[in-house]
């Protein structure tokens, strides 16, 4: 908190000091109650999984050694994992983003006539659907089955729940004179969209790129069921593999073997790594997209 | 327009595809193999190399190890699946019943290409017996393992602490309780901490019935035989299908596990706690060991390398000193060493003899032996005609069992370790032979004919069996949890009376019904 | 072109004279730009609903998903009549209201919260760390809740033995509910509080300024600014929200279940993976599928009705 510097506090109303010193050991409050578990898995994924679960590491690690992500990383399925991840994340959030920004768009247009039906038809989805079989039989006979388009197209291509949001944020954002005055100009609505809405909503295409981002990034559902050439497989589909790998016998020696005590020893260092190994890059991303949630860093870009 | 797109669908069925080979002339065949997690790739097998070819096949295989359940009902809805698969129960009798059509019926096939399986009818004719459906068909094989002992889950005790103590083994459940509290209030690891013994642990009971290394073992002092560890409570008693669940004996033993847990000698994280958790803490720290009295597979693997010494099995207990019900254990010779549904071969498949003959390899008596502790020279070496010695782990860190789940399909596999075979089995399983010693006894005076339950011989019809799955989880719901509720706070004797009258509601005695009459028909087919 | 050129100031809606056709040539452009998504829809999502019919007939895979014998509201019935029943609904709606009642304000205060923050680099830190804990994977939180809760060795579980709780909380009927809430809202706050952020990004910054010289105090700034900016945001995911109010995650409950909180912990999903799922039930899992969903919809229906009337906003 050194940026704060002490001018500023005088100058500040008795009331306001007292809400800033608020703010801030409720902001240190919250801080330590979320990092402290997040600090725990880090020391648990190089401390001695035995240590661990007797609860003696607490604050620093135990019994330090690495052999859960050299498990992660001897298997050479995770870089193929890590590619094709990245590849539909990629690929398939920019489709989700190429249908989703314009159709939310149009919905948000006051004077589109078919728009309060449209909405339900879109939103009855979220509710009602045929279950598993029937879009699974769907997609084998779409020759989806085991390519890596059904990554990219399937039902959750456009998301309802992503389509709401941005319809209410264009809505409440972009001021319908502005319209008027691009009309005016003689701007078609493919030109608004493109030059004035899109750059004015960075914010919320941000939010809902990320949420496709991750949900492309944490499906393993899809592979799961539609996938069954190994190389096509993402990244969480291997990572949980080799947790699984691991994790013997977690039933109990239940199909009548001997319990692999030298494996089952490490299985839960393997599953914290497995969180750093698996999230790390989508973290990375975070602070990239966080600028965008500045204030009046929207305004700005379109002055500027 | 969705209407027409619905009959399109509707409309769209996959053909059968014409047999494709390879330049060498083998036919190609897709597989599936439902292998532990812990297994390597397929490909890496040298014997299953060896066995393709033998059979003038090459099977392009899809490995699976998790979430199949999930994965399967897509699959066979879809009536989209690969020409053989394999695993345990990969798939149940239950497909059989409702994807009528999707799976070859093997009786011709074997007849005309399957000599090994043949065989292992003649030799076990209770493979036979399993791999029968009610139809008379044969969907899914069987296997048999041979090797694995009469129960997976033994009891063990600390003898140094009881040795420090200076107290014996126990041989009833008052015997039992004193040495718990000795253990407790005691410092039997002589660590100088007299706190920090556990006297008693048993691992996590799932919510949907009782299995191995679990407390339910204690019921065989009051003479009743469960198998597998408990399951969901049903059992059979001089021919007769009961439940324990509703049993006053259950009862007793809840008051039993009442008193102990009242008393601080059950950990009172065992109902919480997970298996890793469960293994971790039995482990100690060091040389300094946390548990007293407790279950499991195998001294090593339960309690590590370093304290494995300490303990000791013993022989099941009886209920009192004056009891004189004849003591019992749960029996599960059974589940460990034959299996039902091993391979089968879809009816879509291009090249049905092809694939039979592969299946086939597999039964073969040294192929098997492959399957189950992996290939021979790096795993198994061949010391003579029919006998073989099974070898220690490349990696000596490694342990035997994990060595063979790593390097085979091991007990997943579909096998035939015929009785005429020698086999020198690795440590482990000596380990195991040697610790059971003490319940061989109990074994023995086992009335097999009419107190061991043959749940797995047991083949419903869809009707029955979806009726019974909805009794036993309303049923379960109530009964796993009432124990928790009971063993943990008491209460046990205000509430049986209620608690009986709920369960006989909710459908267990028409449950009771149901196995009994096919137990009667599966008597009756197996005298005949 | 022409057509939008033609600056109709009046908004369509309001308009009379206008046919069908008419607006459809005045807006093709608008219906070029929606038809992706519908045609997407259309194809994955509506396609499929066939299955739906399942609920009410028996599933026979020889004749097809709609070919097996009709059985009527007989699964219905079946569902309705377990003795589970009521136990499934009482614990299901009571873990998804508390859910909503605690998890669905938390995002926003945070929001509100980081928002007050001005040292750049301390929000920057304080909000990749609340974001974290969305990408633990539910296994690895429910192990982590069962190590941290350890009566014997958990931080939280001495912790609160030295605040008088006593006894092992993941084995009490009581405290199940809290401690799925809690670890529910500690792990999704920071990713739920993003939307919020976004739409607090967008006000204005003029309208501070005017605050300030207005000598409004902050939290007449949060009551007067920025609370208003978010409101429109927050109506509409309350409206979904209470869309789901008969559903709760299926794998955290499953994999927190153990034989003490079983009263507590078994709901609608984790039954019918039981019944369902594991035993090959298609037509009853279709039928209480259909059940939830029925019920989720309804109240998504009446709640988008009262917003409706309430603050003229909806969801349609």
């Not at chain 2, 009707?463 to 719901?477: A, G, I, K, R, S």
């Not at chain 3, 057509?3 to 809606?13: E, G, H, L, P």
Request: aromatic share 14%; glycine share 8%.
């Amino acid at each position: 908190m050194a940026s704060i510097s002490i001018d500023k506090i005088k100058a500040k109303k008795p009331k306001d000091l007292l809400f800033d010193t608020f703010i801030i050991f409720f902001c240190l409050f919250i801080f330590f109650v979320v990092a402290y578990p997040i600090f725990f898995i880090v020391i648990a994924s190089i401390s001695d999984p035995t240590f661990v679960s007797t609860g003696q590491v607490l604050f620093l690690p135990k019994g330090f050694s690495l052999f859960g992500y050299e498990q992660i990383f001897a298997d050479t399925r995770v870089w193929i994992g890590y590619r094709n991840t990245l590849f539909y994340a990629l690929f398939g959030t920019f489709i989700n983003l190429l249908f989703t920004l314009p159709a939310a768009y149009v919905l948000s247009r006051q004077e589109f006539r078919a728009r309060r039906f449209l909405m339900f038809f879109f939103i009855f989805t979220m509710f009602f659907n045929g279950g598993l079989i029937p879009t699974y039989m769907l997609m084998r006979d779409l020759s989806l089955v085991d390519t890596p388009w059904v990554f990219i197209f399937n039902p959750l291509t456009v998301n309802v729940f992503n389509l709401i949001i941005t319809r209410t944020f264009f809505e409440n954002n972009i001021p319908h004179e502005m319209f008027e005055a691009a009309t005016m100009d003689g701007c078609s609505h493919f030109k608004f969209f493109s030059t004035i809405v899109l750059p004015l909503s960075k914010a919320v295409t941000a939010v809902i790129g990320l949420y496709y981002l991750v949900g492309h990034w944490n499906n393993f559902f899809t592979g799961l069921i539609y996938i069954r050439d190994y190389n096509l497989q993402p990244l969480q589909i291997v990572l949980r593999d080799i947790l699984l790998s691991n994790q013997v016998f977690a039933e109990g020696a239940g199909s009548g073997g001997t319990g692999g005590g030298y494996a089952q020893r490490y299985a839960d260092q393997v599953k914290y790594g497995v969180i750093i190994v698996s999230s790390l890059p989508v973290l990375v991303l975070y602070p990239f997209i966080q600028k965008y949630f500045e204030k009046g860093v929207l305004i700005g870009s379109v002055k500027g | 327009m969705i209407i027409s797109l619905v009959t399109i669908v509707a409309c769209s069925n996959n053909s059968a595809t014409e047999p494709q080979e390879t330049e060498d002339g083998k036919t190609i065949l897709t597989g599936l193999i439902l292998k532990h997690a812990l297994t390597k790739e397929v490909a890496e097998m040298e014997w299953l190399a060896e066995a393709e070819e033998r059979a003038g096949v090459e099977i392009q295989w899809e490995e699976v190890s998790a979430d199949w359940d999930q994965k399967k009902g897509a699959m066979l809805a879809g009536g989209d699946i690969p020409d053989i698969i394999i695993g345990p129960g990969a798939i149940s009798d239950a497909d059989f019943a409702q994807f009528t059509g999707v799976f070859e019926d093997l009786s011709p096939l074997i007849e005309e290409h399957g000599p090994n399986i043949q065989a292992m009818f003649e030799e076990q004719p209770l493979t036979e017996v399993l791999s029968t459906y009610p139809d008379g068909a044969i969907y899914g094989l069987s296997k048999y393992q041979r090797f694995w002992p009469e129960t997976a889950t033994m009891q063990f005790i600390n003898q140094d602490w009881l040795d420090n103590l200076g107290l014996e083994v126990p041989t009833n459940w008052d015997e039992l309780f004193d040495v718990l509290m000795a253990f407790k209030e005691e410092d039997a690891n002589g660590n100088g901490d007299p706190n920090d013994e556990i006297p008693m642990d048993f691992a996590p009971i799932g919510e949907g019935g009782f299995g191995f290394f679990q407390p339910t073992v204690l019921l065989g002092s009051t003479g009743m035989t469960i198998v597998g560890g408990g399951g969901q409570g049903y059992f059979l008693e001089d021919g007769e299908v009961k439940n324990f669940f509703i049993d006053e004996r259950y009862k007793e033993f809840v008051i039993f596990m009442n008193k102990l847990y009242a008393n601080g000698l059950i950990n009172d994280e065992a109902f919480t706690q997970d298996y890793s958790q469960y293994q971790a803490v039995a482990r100690g720290e060091g040389d300094v060991a946390k548990i007293g009295y407790t279950f499991g597979w195998e001294k090593t693997d339960r309690f590590g390398l370093n304290i494995a010494d300490q303990y000791q099995t013993f022989a099941p207990m009886q209920q009192s000193a004056d009891s004189d019900d004849e003591v019992s254990w749960t029996y599960d010779y059974n589940q460990l060493n034959y299996g039902v549904n091993f391979a089968q071969i879809s009816s879509q498949a291009s090249d049905k003899e092809a694939a039979m003959r592969f299946i086939n390899e597999l039964y073969d008596p040294e192929v098997s032996l492959q399957v189950l502790f992996g290939s021979i020279g790096p795993n198994i070496e061949k010391t003579g005609d029919q006998s073989y010695k099974i070898l220690p782990p490349e990696d000596e860190e490694m342990d035997p069992g994990t060595w063979k789940w790593t390097s085979s399909w091991a007990d997943n596999g579909p096998m035939f370790i015929s009785d005429e075979i020698d086999v020198e089995l690795p440590v482990d399983m000596q380990d195991v032979e040697a610790q059971q010693e003490p319940f061989k006894q109990v074994f023995e005076n086992l009335d097999q004919e009419n107190d061991v339950f043959p749940g797995m011989m047991l083949k419903y019809s869809q009707e029955d069996q979806n009726q019974m799955t909805l009794v036993n989880t309303d049923f379960m719901n109530i009964a796993i949890a009432k124990f928790g509720e009971w063993v943990t706070s008491g209460g046990i004797e205000e509430e049986w009376d209620s608690y009986v009258q709920q369960v006989e509601q909710i459908g267990l005695p028409s449950n009771i019904e149901i196995i009994q009459t096919y137990y009667d028909d599966y008597i009756q087919q197996i005298s005949e | 072109m022409a057509f939008t050129q033609v600056s109709k100031t009046k908004t369509a809606s309001r308009s009379k004279r206008e046919t069908v056709l008419s607006t459809f040539r005045r807006d093709y452009q608008l219906w070029l730009m929606i038809f992706p998504a519908i045609i997407c829809v259309i194809i994955f999502n509506y396609v499929p609903m066939y299955g739906i019919q399942l609920a009410f007939r028996e599933y026979d895979f020889t004749a097809g998903l709609t070919g097996g014998e009709w059985a009527g509201l007989k699964y219905f019935e079946q569902f309705f009549n377990s003795h589970l029943f009521w136990d499934l609904i009482r614990n299901t709606l009571l873990i998804s209201i508390t859910t909503i009642v605690v998890g669905f304000p938390a995002p926003i205060a945070l929001a509100l919260l980081v928002n007050q923050i001005r040292w750049k680099r301390g929000k920057r830190i304080l909000q990749t760390t609340v974001y974290l804990p969305h990408f633990i994977s539910i296994v690895v939180l429910v192990g982590l809740l069962n190590v941290m809760l350890s009566p014997n060795t958990g931080v939280l579980g001495l912790l609160l033995a030295k605040l008088g709780v006593e006894g092992n909380l993941l084995a009490s009927v009581t405290a199940f509910v809290p401690i799925y809430v809690l670890s529910d809202v500690w792990q999704h706050v920071g990713w739920n509080s993003i939307i919020y952020l976004a739409a607090l990004a967008s006000v204005d910054p003029q309208l501070y300024d005017a605050a300030k010289i207005d000598g409004a105090n902050k939290w007449q700034i949060i009551r007067n600014i920025e609370i208003p900016a978010i409101i429109p945001t927050i109506i509409i995911l309350l409206i979904l929200n209470m869309g789901s109010v008969i559903s709760t995650g299926f794998e955290k409950i499953f994999l927190m279940q153990n034989s003490l909180n079983l009263p507590i912990s078994e709901v609608i999903e984790t039954y019918v993976y039981k019944t369902g799922i594991v035993s090959n039930q298609f037509s009853y899992a279709a039928a209480i599928g259909l059940f939830n969903t029925l019920i989720n919809f309804t109240m998504l229906v009446i709640v988008n009705t009262i917003a409706k009337r309430v603050a003229r906003i909806s969801l349609w």
